[in-house]
Structures are given as C-alpha cells and as structure tokens.
C-alpha cells in the first residue's frame, strides 16, 4: 500500500477511533484521543492547529503543526464592528489567512492548545463555521500527546538526572568555600559531574531529535484553501441581534424563556471590574449564566473536558437544559465561549451556538444594555 492510500487510510478510521477517545459523550467524534492522534503526526493529509499565542507555540508544540491563535480568529475593527457577523471572518480574509498557514481543504484539522481546551475550541468553531468537513478537538492537547511519547518519556528522565547531578555540584561548589574542605574529593566530585552532565547533554540533544512536542518557530507552506459559501454553517455560531433577542426573553420571562445566555468569563470580568484595552464598557449581558470554562475543563487529568456525566451535573446545576437554545460568550467568542458550545455538542444538545462578537461587540455598541 503506497503512502497516498495508507493516508486516506488513517483518516478514514478517524470516526471509528474518536469513539475510544470520548466513551461517554453524545457527539463522540468532535473529540480525538492523544493515543490516535499521535499516529496521525506528519500525516500529510492531517494538520495540527495549536490555538495558542505565538509565544506558546515557540516553547513547544506538536511537529508540523502550525499556529492560529484562537483570539486572533474573530476579526472586529476599533469599535467592535465585525463586517461579515456571524462569521469570525469574511470569506476572502478566511481564505487567505487558512491559505497562509499551508492547509488544504481535504486535510483533516486536529485543533489542538496546551490541554485545557478553550482555544482548541476556538480553532475547531472557526474551521466549522466555513464548513470544513473533518476536524476534531485533541482531548488533552499538547500535554496528552507529551504524555504518550516514549521519547519525551526518555527525555525527561534524562533531564532529571541532569537537575540531580548539577544540584550536587552546585552543593560542592559551595562546600568547597568551608574552613577544613576536603579539597581534593571534591574537586574530584565536581570534575566527575561536569562528565557526566556533557554525557547526558549529549544524550538528550539526540533524543531531542525525535521529541514529538518540539520548540520552535512556526514552519508554513501557503496554499489556496477555497471557502464555498454554499457550505457556510451558521448552525453553532450567532451574531449580536440574535443574542438580544434571547436576552430580551430572558429579561420578560425568567426560567421560563427557552433561552440562555452563558457568560464563559472570569468574575472580574463579568462585574466589570477588569475589561479588555479595546473595550468601552465593562460587565455583561443582561440575564446572563456565570459558567466559567473552567468548569468544564478536566483540569485534574489534564483534559479538555470533563466527562459526560460531570459535564451534565454542571449544566442542569445551572437550569441549562436540552430544551433551550443556548448561547455562549466571552471576549471574542472563540475560546472560552467555544468551550461551553463544544461540551454542549458533546452532550448531544441541538441548539447551541457561540456569540462570535461576544464581548468585544456587544461591550462596544453603545445601543446594547449591560449590567454590572
């Protein structure tokens, strides 16, 4: 079997493999497992999208995967205006910007951020919202592909022995200053580590070579990804109008409006006691839910989303139920707003979408209210 069939191969078993990686969830094929997802590393048909800042990204990310910050998804000018609203981009600026980072229309995007979740969200809302057809989220990201690598493994074994070794030195180093020091031993002591430290230098810079989470800058190839506009879905993602007029029932209805709005954000920034520089007002949407994304994620196992029966008890804490439609925010929608939607999906719930101008949007239009 040539390389070209072995690809297609692999990334036809996509669907079959997430099941293993997300027993539990509804929508099990949004979700990727690090024990899947590693053999799809240098897949020419698979790209690996970190939605991480570029400074992450340098200080490790998966090999030959490319950078698309989830915050720098959703484009708005000075005011908070996003021209093409819902969408996170125009078509055209998509296009070039996807163009830019190498990726075609028939890879496979596996978006991927340091573990926790909301900008790798980011990255598979943005993807879905042009209709790109195969992406998933790595459950775990970048720390769960760490974890499975028996070079990283290695790796860092060696590294420990290197920390143990210059600790020791340093200890000698500063006996060597004491009244009645043993001159010669540890002398002899010290010589021995600097030998054994260039050993395990050298060791490691060879096992370096085969780390799959490496650092680095970001390495690109442009090509000409194509969005047809047919195949826009704005099923999961929502602009302001609509937004307020969820808010609006809301605010008549109570728990009994077939809406809700979860604000994904920090306290701070709910209160409006911090708000973003390019921002003219702090607080929230009226009516909103406070379900802060960290809620969601599995921090205690280094994933990106709790389980399912975790997940459930959160939301219908929370009066979020299946029944409604659901609407969630942030600062720019992709990431921790994205990260409510996408557990959602996971759950099997129907009308879930993320406010794409979030806070940046409705924080900017003076016309909308907001409450501290």
């Known amino acids: 079997m040539n390389r070209w069939l072995k690809s297609l191969c692999v990334v036809a078993s996509l669907s079959a493999s997430s099941v293993m990686a997300a027993d539990g969830y509804v929508n099990k094929d949004i979700l990727i497992s690090a024990d899947e997802a590693v053999k799809l590393i240098g897949n020419p048909k698979v790209m690996f999208v970190s939605g991480d800042n570029e400074d992450v990204y340098k200080l490790g ?11 720098h998804l959703h484009e708005s000018d000075i005011t908070g205006n996003m ?35 909301p900008n790798a969200t980011g990255v598979y809302s943005f993807f879905k919202s042009y209709g790109h057809k195969n992406v998933k989220v790595l459950n775990g990201g970048r720390a769960a592909i760490m974890a499975v690598d028996p070079a990283q493994k290695e790796y860092d074994t ?47 810079n060879d096992v370096e070579k085969r780390l ?46 077939k809406y809700v709005i979860i604000d994904s954000r920090a306290i701070a920034e709910i209160i409006g006691e911090r708000k973003m520089d390019n921002v003219a007002r702090g607080g929230h949407i009226p009516g909103s839910t406070f379900i802060e994304w960290n809620r969601i994620s599995d921090t205690d196992n280094k994933l990106s989303f709790k389980d399912a029966d975790a997940l459930k008890k959160v939301y219908d804490s929370y009066g979020v139920t299946p029944d409604k439609t659901i609407y969630a925010y942030c600062q720019v929608g992709a990431g921790r707003g994205s990260e409510n939607i996408t557990a959602l999906q996971l759950l099997g719930y129907k009308n879930v979408k993320v406010f794409t101008g979030s806070w940046d949007v409705w924080g900017n239009d003076m016309n909308l209210p907001i409450k501290r």
């Open 61 to 71: 990310h998966i090999k030959g995967s490319v950078e698309m910050f989830a915050h």
């Open 83 to 117: 021209e093409c609203a819902p969408l996170y981009r125009c078509v055209d600026d998509a296009e070039h910007y996807i163009s830019s980072k190498g990726i075609t229309n028939d890879m496979t995007i596996i978006a991927y951020d340091d573990f926790k979740g």
């Open 212 to 257: 799959l989470v490496v650092k680095g800058e970001e390495e690109d190839h442009p090509t000409h990804y194509k969005i047809d506009p047919k195949k826009l879905d704005f099923s999961a993602i929502a602009g302001k109008e609509e937004v307020k007029h969820a808010m609006e029932d809301i605010l008549k209805n109570g728990k009994k409006s």
């Open 158 to 204: 060696l590294n420990t022995q290197f920390k143990e070794i210059k600790k020791a030195q340093k200890a000698d180093k500063e006996s060597l200053k004491n009244e009645g020091a043993d001159t010669a031993a540890l002398t002899a002591s010290i010589a021995k580590a600097d030998a054994d430290m260039k050993d395990l230098k050298a060791k490691m």
